[in-house]
T-cell receptor
């Protein structure tokens, strides 16, 4: 079946630290991969995406590269800010209609000033 | 556009009562999703619609849960009777075709 596995949180870092949140997936076919972010008290919103192998999605200083050989889509940021504190979800869609979006369990990130 | 609108924002009810959650998707979006979020189980897809038709309801926990989409601008998720284990945040989300998903702000449900 199709699934997404994320590193468990919470992750706590100091401001300006380097961030990596691991995400691996299992999928039949060729999935599109996403990172969504949820700020406190809000719904999820798309952070970045990649639709084929070796694509790199990027937004707001965050990056993730679609690695087919390792079935991974790790999220990285070179220098985090307090405002990046949120819950991050890795997700995938599979199939021609890509109707169903499967989310990982989420990783809570807290940044200390 | 105002985005996906959910109501109520918070709902507190007693066990056994009927609960109705409401969602207005973004105009023009043809997919609508209902998710439930808890600390224990994360984000679970309950059901989704395409052009107002339920496509996959395999995530609906049990017969106490039902969802409808009578038209393109409105959907409801109903729990009858409600139980304490239904306490969670319920999100509605919509999108057009295979583009990105837009989430509402959620309904925080507490069943006492």
């Amino acid at each position: 079946g199709n699934s997404v596995t994320q590193m468990e949180g919470p992750v706590t870092l100091s401001e300006e630290a380097f961030l990596t949140i691991n995400c691996t997936y299992t999928a039949t076919g060729y999935p599109s991969l996403f990172w969504y972010v949820q700020y406190p008290g809000e719904g999820l919103q798309l952070l970045l995406k990649a639709t084929k192998a070796d694509d790199k999605g990027s937004n707001k200083g965050f990056e993730a590269t679609y690695r087919k050989e390792t079935t991974s889509f790790h999220l990285e940021k070179g220098s985090v800010q307090v405002s990046d504190s949120a819950v991050y979800f890795c997700a995938l869609t599979v199939g021609s209609s890509a109707s169903k979006i499967i989310f990982g369990s989420g990783t809570r990130l807290s940044i200390r000033p | 556009d105002a985005g996906v609108i959910q109501s109520p924002r918070h709902e507190v009810t007693e066990m056994g009562q009927e609960v109705t959650l409401r969602c207005k998707p973004i105009s023009g979006h043809d997919y609508l999703f209902w998710y439930r979020q808890t600390m224990m189980r994360g984000l679970e897809l309950l059901i989704y619609f395409n052009n107002n038709v339920p496509i996959d309801d395999s995530g609906m926990p049990e017969d106490r849960f039902s969802a409808k989409m009578p038209n393109a601008s409105f959907s409801t998720l109903k729990i009858q009777p409600s139980e304490p284990r239904d306490s969670a945040v319920y999100f509605c989300a919509s999108r057009i075709r295979d583009e990105k998903l837009f989430f509402g702000s959620g309904t925080q449900l507490s069943v006492l």
